[in-house]
């Protein structure tokens, strides 16, 4: 495991190891109600269960479509938890405290 120093290159890859995009993540986001099984980080090790299978350059051209689709899933929960918070005339730490959190 890469140490995390303040030298670009090794924070740089550090920073790639720890976001990289697995196959699990691509599925996920390419059949979000389907069965599968992936053993390793590759097409070859999907079992395809309860779901329409993709096709290997589908699942390959996911990890480049990945970081944008989590980017606005992401932008999307915000936007509904704001619109909720601002909605019930609360904070977000109000609604931590109210939830029973620290």
Known sequence: M???TNQPQQ?????????MVKGRDVLEMLIP?????ITENDYDSIQ?????????AEFEAGFAQYD????EQDASK??????????LGI????A???LGGN
Request: hydrophobic share 45%; proline share 4%.
């Open 2 to 4: 890469p140490v995390h």
């Open 11 to 19: 924070l740089l890859l550090w920073k790639s190891v720890h976001n």
């Open 33 to 37: 109600t389907g069965s599968w099984v």
């Open 48 to 56: 395809w269960l309860d779901c329409e299978p993709i096709t290997k």
């Open 68 to 71: 944008a689709w989590k980017t």
């Open 78 to 87: 915000a936007t509904a938890k704001a619109a909720l918070l601002n909605k």
């Open 91 to 94: 904070t977000a730490e109000e």
């Open 96 to 98: 931590q405290l109210l």
